[in-house]
Antibody
């Protein structure tokens, strides 16, 4: 079965950096777009970014463009999100999800909490 | 601000039918997906595209679209259906993905 496990979350100061990773299993990773979606405490879901199967097509939400970088390693079945210049408003649970682009997001990981605070 | 608009809260009596709606201009062009999220859990896909239920989703969940409004209908709501529900689609430019603000469903 599809399994997505995020790691790398934690507490970081404003202006700092953090790298999230997602380990995928149970499906052919390089056949699917992948996405990051976040959820601030007590708030709704917000799409962050998606990446195509080969990594050629990448899109970001305006709120993270220029600060976050999505990437994937198809050889290791891994998805990453490099987050720089973090702000308090980036505090959220970050979910790794299968799908994006024209593909339905159909499976989600359990999420990784990122807290940006001094 | 979200380009997809949902009512913040809806309630339904046990075993009755409830419709949760999502409005947005992009829905005239693109289908939406629906996700159920219970407290402390990751979202779960319940309806995709025109009206497709993933394996394991009860057939009391169905989807429909009319104009700029897409709806999730639960026919015979159960206590375990109490959750937050989010619609998701593309924005009007087709470059981005968007989520509705979510609807909290209470089963009375």
């Amino acid at each position: 079965q599809v399994h997505l496990v995020e790691s790398g979350g934690g507490l970081v100061k404003p202006g700092g950096s953090l790298r999230l990773s997602c380990a995928a299993s149970g499906f052919t990773f390089n056949d699917y777009y992948m996405s990051w979606v976040r959820q601030a405490p007590g708030k709704g879901l917000q799409w962050v970014s998606y990446i195509s199967t080969s990594g050629v097509t990448i899109k970001y939400a305006d709120s993270v463009k220029g600060r976050f970088t999505i990437s994937r390693d198809n050889a290791k079945n891994a998805l990453h999100l490099q987050m720089n210049s973090l702000r308090a408003e980036d505090t959220a649970v970050y979910y790794c999800a299968r799908g994006g682009g024209w593909e339905t997001i159909d499976y989600w990981g359990q999420g990784s909490l990122v807290t940006v605070s001094s | 601000s979200s380009e997809l608009t949902q009512d913040p809260a809806v309630s339904v009596a046990l075993r009755q039918t409830v419709r949760i709606t999502c409005q947005g201009d992009s829905l005239k062009i693109y289908f939406a997906n629906w996700y159920q999220q219970k407290p402390g859990q990751a979202p779960v896909l319940v309806i995709s595209g025109k009206n497709n239920r993933p394996s394991g989703i009860p057939d009391r969940f169905s989807g429909s679209t009319s104009g700029n409004t897409t709806s999730l209908t639960i026919t015979g709501a159960q206590a375990e259906d109490e959750a937050d529900y989010y619609c998701n689609s593309r924005d009007s430019s087709a470059n981005y993905l968007v989520f509705g603000g979510g609807t909290k469903l209470t089963v009375l």
